[in-house]
Structures are given as structure tokens and as C-alpha cells.
């Protein structure tokens, strides 16, 4: 139990476009979802926080005009990068933590970002 | 500042043998402290949740201790496997369930 999925794997784009990722909770209902960023050998950096049917919270630093993130159900979450540069490649990663259950997140797989 | 520090180095431990890791933190008080278990290229993934009031946590061959005084937590493995090889992340709770994470310890199990 407590599978959460993330779409696409990877991506590789160009400078300028943009980019969806979605995070989705597989066998359970997710009222709180976060979106993290990895560098190589660094850590988790959590970006931003998303409840269901309300705007994100964005951490300190992060441009919420930037990284757009919409929970419109209980089972997703998506994050565009838009107007992608360079800068933003990364490895994109969100957890969900299960409605009603104790604090533990659940993580998805990641999405590799390449941008050209 | 904010601070958490996890071991740099890797640790490379024989096969059977115990393995333990150090997480340090500076100007967090945590309700609650996660251990992760991350390979290269995929998402972490949950071992133990252990809170303020709990001295010690254990799941299998996975112990987790909690000093809230030396604001520090162990993570040991017992009868270490090659399967164990991996990053393992230290994460504590800052509020609103937000997790503030080291940058990891690796380890090395030699058959």
C-alpha cells in the first residue's frame, strides 16, 4: 500500500517551454502533497506544499509564478515548470501523506528534468 | 542557522556486521524524525518514524534512536546484506509536516 506515481519518468526540453509533472497517490487519498527538488549529491529541498482545493504554500526562495502547482483531487497533484531554463534541470520528486493516517510521507519515483 | 548533518563520507561495513549512522542537528526542535532509504535516481523511500517522546524505534533489522538533548538520532542495521548498499536520509519534521532532510550517508556492504 501507499504507492504514489509520478509522470514522466524523465523529460528533456527546451529552454523557454514549459513542463507538467503529476504526482498521483495510487491506493490512497492524499489531503497534503509536497514537491522537492534534488541537485546531485545534495538533499531534498522541499519547494512547495499542496493541499487539495487550496493554493500551495511555497518555501522561502521558491517563485511561485515559477513552478506552478494545482491538487485538484485527492489522489493528484501537478507541478509546470514554466518557462523553463537550464537552471531548473533537476530531479523533481513529490510525497503524498495518506488522509487521516500518522505524519509519514509517501515518495514517488522522481522525474529526471533535462532543460536544453 | 539551521543545520543537518549527516556523514559525508561512506561508510563500506562487511557483510553481518552492524551498521550505524549519525544524523546532527542544530536549531530544529522536531515533534518527529524519518530515516529514508534512497537508491541513485529514485525517490526515498520510508523506514521509520520515530517522535520527541520515544527513545527508540526498531523494525526488523532497523533500530532508530531519538536524543532530543544532543539533538541526534542513530540508525543502525543489523546483520548488514549487499542489499542494504544505499543513501539513507536523515529528515526531521519544521512544522506543518514539512520535512527539512540531510544530505545523506551512503553505505557500502561488502559480501
Known amino acids: 500500500g501507499a504507492v504514489v506515481s509520478q509522470h514522466p519518468s524523465w523529460v528533456i526540453c527546451k529552454s523557454g517551454t514549459s513542463v507538467k509533472i503529476e504526482c498521483r497517490s495510487l491506493?490512497?487519498?492524499?489531503?497534503?502533497m509536497f514537491w522537492y527538488r534534488q541537485f546531485p549529491k545534495q538533499s531534498l529541498m522541499l519547494m512547495a506544499t499542496?493541499?487539495?482545493?487550496?493554493?500551495?504554500?511555497?518555501e522561502q526562495g521558491v517563485e511561485k509564478d515559477k513552478f506552478l502547482i494545482n491538487h485538484a483531487s485527492l489522489t493528484l497533484s501537478t507541478l509546470t515548470v514554466t518557462s523553463a531554463h537550464p537552471e531548473d534541470s533537476s530531479f523533481y520528486i513529490c510525497?503524498?501523506?495518506?488522509?487521516?493516517?500518522?505524519?509519514?510521507?509517501?515518495f514517488g519515483p522522481g522525474t529526471r528534468l533535462t532543460v536544453l | 542557522s539551521q543545520k543537518i548533518e549527516q556523514n559525508s563520507e561512506a561508510l563500506n561495513i562487511q557483510e553481518g556486521k552492524t551498521a550505524t549512522l549519525t544524523c546532527n542537528y542544530t536549531?530544529?526542535?522536531?515533534?518527529?524524525l524519518q530515516w529514508y532509504r534512497q537508491d541513485p535516481g529514485r525517490g526515498p523511500v520510508f523506514l521509520l518514524l520515530?517522535?520527541?517522546?520515544?527513545k527508540e524505534k526498531r523494525k526488523e533489522r532497523l533500530k532508530v534512536t531519538f536524543d532530543t538533548t544532543l539533538k541526534q538520532s542513530l540508525f543502525h542495521i543489523t546483520a548488514s546484506q549487499p542489499a542494504d548498499s544505499a543513501t539513507y536520509l536523515c529528515?526531521?519534521?519544521?512544522?506543518?509536516?514539512?520535512?527539512?532532510f540531510g544530505k545523506g550517508n551512503q553505505v557500502v556492504v561488502i559480501p
Open positions: 529528515a526531521l519534521e519544521h512544522g506543518n509536516n514539512r520535512l527539512a
Open positions: 510525497s503524498a501523506k495518506q488522509l487521516g493516517s500518522t505524519d509519514t510521507q509517501y
Open positions: 536549531n530544529y526542535s522536531p515533534a518527529y
Open positions: 491506493d490512497f487519498q492524499a489531503t497534503t
Open positions: 499542496s493541499n487539495e482545493g487550496s493554493k500551495a504554500t511555497y
Open positions: 520515530i517522535r520527541e517522546n520515544e
